[in-house]
């Protein structure tokens, strides 16, 4: 079964695009696209919208795409094993004051490590920022094309290299690609990347051959020198190995100009040297890009492989997991709560209904204690009486200790009244402990005799000695006797 892929490169200044089927005998060019952008009515979306539309491009394919040179900075790193590990976890913390992108919004793949002598490691990494990789995942979508993986031009052309020239993947060799704004500079060794350098351009379409030859073979001199001395500490070899990519009117003159200059090995790449095409797919423009682009899907996957898309989604899902995790943690407390003031209502509604029937039973023992009565505030009303049927059984009985009741003390009066003499009793008042009698008799010497007798009696003692008079019409004794009871305690 053909399976097809599509590599999109999307430069800064143009877009191209080849489709390649993996058939039976290998990988083959079935069709290729390229345009310039740099007028303000070159739209990318419109092109590619076109891709599938008018140049029959397949719309089910598999799509990989890059992003600009200028949206993706190369740096060289010397890391322990620790930050290597979280460089390759997708973590840049650690590249805090190495990147122009700031760490919370920057995107790592670490592109190659070499063990270095001191015991360290010595990291390629590329980095972008999500604001960036989200503008192309805008413009693509807009275009309505699904893509599976985005990395950077120079791997990509470096993986066009690989298939096309085998040879570049063994000792040193160097990929150097001329863009319209960018030359770009890649250091492989057995296969590895170990440096890749994006250098700025200043090439107009007006100026001729000689000084674009000039100025690329003088930056290219200066940038292999110090690279050299940078990587190995030595001078760059006379049989240095440079695989130039650059458009089919410009790569001879180049190559033989940056030969004579640099004194280097420089072989034109031919993106159709392994490739099965048709003669007619041949174009003037450089597709090393896409096509490197294209054939990554096909080729087996490289444990160091670019792919910020997968990163990107990577550190979204990481994100989305944890936010889903304290949304969830969110819900268990919002739910606790709830349960918890509906556990309130439900004790309130308790409460309440208690309170209610308590209400109605106070209702009813007040309507059966006191029907004549009209009910405004029960428990008042009913302390009122409690406090009045008090108050008025004080005078047949005693509910506090130590004190006679008056029945009593009027027993005990009763029991030691004399029986000769004629005493009687007018009045007696009892309140509390206080006994006052009123009464006549005879004579004084009855009074005495009684008042003897009284004081015999245990718990009564006469507070008042009486000041008796005879009464002038009846001739009898008038008296008032004033005694203290208090219950005696055996």
Known sequence: ???????????????????????????????????????????????????????????????????????????????????????????????????????????????????????????????TSTDLLREELTLLDEAKIHVTRIEAPITAACTAVGYNHPESQEGTAVIVMIDESVLSMAVLQQGSLIMIRNIPLQISRDSDMESISRQVTGLLD?????????????????????????????????????????????????????????????????????????LRPLLPREAAQVDFLHAHTTQTQDASGLRKELLVCGGLLAATVVVWILGLFVHLSRLESQYTHLKRQIQDVFEQTLPEEKCVNALVQLQQKLDSFRDDSGWLASFQPGRLPPLEILSTLSVHHPTDGNLEFDDVFIAGDSVRVTGHCDSFATLSGWQRLLEEIPGFEIVDQPNPGRDAKTGSVRFTLSLSSRKTVQ
């Not at 005998?25 to 290729?32: A, D, F, L, N, S």
């Not at 719309?59 to 930050?83: G, K, M, N, W, Y």
């Not at 700031?102 to 010595?122: D, F």
Request: hydrophobic share 45%; net charge negative.
């Open 222 to 294: 200066r940038e292999i020198e110090i690279t050299w001395r940078r990587l190995f500490g030595v001078d760059a070899q006379a049989d240095l190995r440079v695989f130039l990519i650059a458009s089919s009117a410009t790569i001879l003159p180049l190559a033989a100009a940056m030969q004579e200059e640099i004194g280097c090995q420089v072989i034109p790449v031919d993106p159709y040297a392994c490739v099965e095409h048709d003669e007619t797919i041949r174009v003037g423009f450089p597709i090393c890009v896409a096509e490197g682009l294209a």
């Open 1 to 127: 079964m053909v399976k097809n892929s599509i590599g999109i490169d999307i430069g800064r200044f143009h877009l191209r695009a080849v489709q390649i089927a993996q058939t039976a005998e290998g990988p083959r060019i079935e069709r290729v696209f390229g345009k310039p952008t740099r007028r303000s009515t070159d739209r990318p979306v419109d092109m590619l919208r076109a891709l599938t539309t008018e140049h029959g491009f397949d719309r089910h394919a598999e799509v990989t795409v890059c992003l600009p040179h200028q949206a993706i900075f190369f740096a060289d790193l010397e890391v322990d094993s620790a930050a290597l590990n979280r460089l390759r976890a997708g973590d840049p913390s650690s590249l805090r004051d190495d990147l122009p992108i700031v760490a919370e919004k920057a995107i790592v793949q670490v592109c190659s490590t070499r063990q270095l002598p001191n015991g360290r490691h010595s990291a390629l990494v590329a980095t």
